[in-house]
């Protein structure tokens, strides 16, 4: 028999999230709940900055229940050249180390230490995602890949895991980084990555693909990785450009390589094989990545 309860659950399992959540608060704060979040593995990040003090873990609770997340964290900046998040607030429960599973890796990080752009899914796949993607990642055999950026192993791992008969040397700058950087290649059972803690510029290895997944400056690190890379060697770069600079204007004129982007890259002795939008980065400024070969 139906009952009153029963009844109840499968009205709010009918409901999208964000009115399961006013159906649970009072109806005078709903103007300033968010509509939006970000789930990353089974934490939850959203802003309640706007909401009193007293309120927040009540509500933050209530986001937890049901999004399914074990944890709720205050939204925060991502400061500095290590990209790590300002002062973490625990809205509600206590755990902010988080695994998520992306293209059949396992990815274990503290959200509360090192940032997860989960704008960027697809295309920290390599070979093992959309077409699109594997293009960029397809090197001639190499036998040396360094990922100056490593970060938690987000290219390195499946890099590695895509050549098997290449070494990876996987940089980064963050000892907590590397930190979960070890633990996920040993967790991923990569056997063919070194993984170094430094600035990328004081390596002075050699290599046949070097990869700058980092946005921000990633143009003063071309010169460093020239002097590395070996005959015909290719890098692959990711930035953010103005889409006016790039001379972008709709939709359709994202099939070229843009002129300016070509000529920028032949100052710096580069030749662009490929060019693409990995995502909107603000209204006018988008992030790109681009294969190049060394000249
Ligand atoms: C935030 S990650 C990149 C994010 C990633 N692309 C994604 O898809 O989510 C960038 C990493 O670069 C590292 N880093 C920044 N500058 C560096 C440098 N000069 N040398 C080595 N690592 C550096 C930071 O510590 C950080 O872990």
Known sequence: METR?????????????????????????HYKLPRKWKKIGNIGILDLSNIDTKERNNIAKIYADVIG??????????????????DTEILHGNETVTEISEYGIKYKLDLAEIMWSPGNIGWRSALSGPDKVTDFYTFDRPNTIIDYFAGIGYFSIQMAKGYPEAEIIAIDKNPKSVEYLSLNAKNNSVENMKIINDDCRNIEMKADVIHLGYIGNTIDFLEHSHNCLNENGIVIFHEVFRNNWLGFKSRSDWGAIPEKFSKLMDEKNFTVQKFERVKFYGPSTSHIIAKLKKN
């Open 5 to 29: 309860n029963s009844r109840t659950e499968k009205v709010s399992q009918k409901m999208k999230p964000f009115e399961q959540i006013t159906s649970k608060i009072n109806s005078e704060l």
């Open 69 to 86: 997340a074990k944890t709720i964290l205050q939204k925060n900046k991502i400061s500095g050249e290590l990209r790590k998040p300002e």
